[in-house]
């Protein structure tokens, strides 16, 4: 596509559930981020993809994170058991060649709120 | 490890009055350093960036950003803002040619320009 796809735009759970989120990335990038996007604290680094490498999954917070990139394409972002805490703006990025010297391109984002 | 520091986490300014946002970085390698707007309600969009060569680097909409190595700084400048300039500003590292491509965001610096 012509942009970074994710859905859905917004996302309203209760605690204790499981959501997914899914992020589409420009066609013929290898490389995908995920990060989160908290009021007053940025952007945190989440989960990095990059071809048929190992993920670097330094940046997931817990183990109810989890992420996976079916066919060097479209990736899913898995919270398990939500929490209050989780509520926060979920953004996806690629990345031609993986080398940040090209820039991101991010979506617009998963606005979760967890109650 | 590298991180960014924004000094600033709020800016108004008046409409047709310079600015500048403020980044320092701090880092043990060589890096590549990045600006980035949000407007209200979108995603994140790629101002300018500096890889190598002149320290000053020239950006969309009028912005341009000097970086001081010996300040650790990359600083971001427009010399007449617009009303549509109010946006959500994020400076970023990344190593240079370092394993793993992801961006250390800082936390952001909230631009206000006021008729």
């Known amino acids: 596509g012509a942009g970074v796809s994710q859905s859905p735009s917004n996302k309203v759970t209760e605690k204790g559930k499981d959501v997914e989120l899914r992020c589409d990335p420009i066609?013929?990038?290898?490389?995908l981020y995920w990060y989160r996007q908290s009021l007053g604290q940025g952007l945190e680094f989440l989960i990095y993809f990059q071809g048929n490498s190992a993920p670097d999954k330094s940046g997931l917070p817990s183990d109810r994170f989890s992420a996976e990139r079916t066919g060097g394409s479209v990736s899913t972002l898995t919270i398990q058991r939500t929490q209050q805490e989780d509520s926060a703006v979920y953004l996806c990025?690629?990345?031609?060649?993986?080398?940040?010297?090209?820039?991101?391109?991010f979506g617009s984002g998963t606005r979760l709120t967890v109650v | 490890a590298q991180s960014v520091t924004q000094l600033d986490s709020q800016v108004p300014v008046f409409e047709e009055a310079p600015v500048e946002l403020r980044c320092n970085y701090s880092s043990s390698v060589s890096v590549y350093l990045f600006w980035y707007v949000q407007y209200p309600n979108q995603g994140l969009q790629l101002l300018l960036k500096y890889l190598s060569g002149s320290t000053l680097v020239k950006g969309i909409n009028g912005f341009e950003a000097e970086f001081n190595k010996s300040q650790t700084s990359f600083h971001l400048r427009k010399p007449s803002v617009h009303i549509s300039d109010t946006a959500e500003y994020f400076c970023a590292v990344s190593d240079e040619g370092g394993g793993s491509e992801k961006l250390v965001f800082g936390k952001g610096t909230k631009l206000t320009v006021n008729p």
């Open positions: 066609s013929g990038h290898t490389a």
């Open positions: 990025a690629s990345s031609l060649d993986g080398g940040t010297n090209y820039g991101y391109t």
